[in-house]
T-cell receptor
């Protein structure tokens, strides 16, 4: 069974700092990998989707990379802002639309 | 588009009662997913439908859980009878074929 791990579980950084969130998965046979953002008491917002054939995706200050062979993905956030504070989840999609989620990294950006 | 709509947003019930959660997917999407999120286990897929047909229900924890999708715009997740350990946030998501999934705001269920 696919297992997804996210490190660190929690991270606090001062505003303006660049940061990297890590995600690793045990089975490299994936269709895609998604990064989500979850705000307290709310649903999930999709940030970036990387297909298995891609190496990275960018959206604004966010950049996600995928190294399928090593089972790793990173989410890079440039020039962090207090509004970036949230829990970030990565999820890998295996066959049959099955998404396996990591436990998340809780990010706090300190003004 | 209003996105994925879930109701109710919060549900508090007593052990043994029947609970029905509702989901309206994004119009035009042909896949619908039910997830459960708990502190202990994180997010887990319970069941998903493709073109209104249940494809994989291996994540449904027990026979007390059942899900239906009578048409392309509506799905229900029912728990009967409910137990305190069912307390969690239940998310519905929809997608178009194998494209990215869009999540609803969730239903926070508390079973006393």
């Amino acid at each position: 069974k696919q297992e997804v791990t996210q490190i660190p579980a929690a991270l606090s950084v001062p505003e303006g700092e660049n940061l990297v969130l890590n995600c690793s998965f045990t089975d490299s046979a994936i269709y895609n990998l998604q990064w989500f953002r979850q705000d307290p008491g709310k649903g999930l917002t999709s940030l970036l989707l990387i297909q298995s054939s891609q190496r990275e995706q960018t959206s604004g200050r966010l950049n996600a990379s995928l190294d399928k062979s090593s089972g790793r993905s990173t989410l890079y956030i440039a020039a962090s802002q207090p509004g970036d504070s949230a829990t970030y989840l990565c999820a890998v999609e295996t066959g049959a639309n099955n998404l396996f989620f990591g436990t998340g990294t809780r990010l706090t950006v300190i003004p | 588009d209003a996105g994925v709509i879930q109701s109710p947003r919060h549900e508090v019930t007593e052990m043994g009662q029947e609970v029905t959660l509702r989901c309206k997917p994004i119009s035009g999407h042909n896949s619908l997913f039910w997830y459960r999120q708990t502190m202990m286990r994180g997010l887990e897929l319970l069941i998903y439908f493709n073109n209104n047909v249940p494809i994989d229900d291996s994540g449904m924890p027990e026979d007390r859980f059942s899900a239906k999708m009578p048409n392309a715009s509506f799905s229900t997740l029912k728990i009967q009878p409910s137990e305190p350990r069912d307390s969690a946030v239940y998310f519905c998501a929809s997608s178009l074929s194998l494209d990215e999934q869009f999540f609803g705001p969730g239903t926070r269920l508390t079973v006393l």
